[in-house]
């Protein structure tokens, strides 16, 4: 049998064979996890989480307390031109 030097198809075939691979755990425990992180960094996160949750529902509370100011401001105008009106009919 002849040992015959390996080609360029040969190669990128056996890198192709090895990117396609499941990683052994060896070689999983030296990568390190983008989803991962410090508790530390993980507890500054969940604490910014709160502070934006808390800050989304005060804006939605301003927004509805304005929504309402702006419906009263509306029947009282409504009303004002329902008194003019009844006035005129008086008259």
């Known amino acids: 049998m002849q040992n015959k030097a390996p080609n360029k198809q040969d190669i990128s075939k056996e890198k192709n064979d090895k990117q396609r691979r499941p990683a052994s755990p060896a070689s999983a425990s030296l990568k390190t996890d983008s989803n991962t992180c410090e508790p530390d960094h ?19 509370n301003q927004t509805k307390m304005s929504r309402l100011e702006q419906t009263v401001l509306d029947i009282k105008v409504q009303m004002g031109e329902h008194e003019g009106r009844i006035g005129k009919l008086e008259d």
């Open 42 to 60: 993980e507890v500054k996160l969940l604490d910014e989480l709160g502070k934006l949750r808390k800050e989304n529902q005060e804006g939605h």
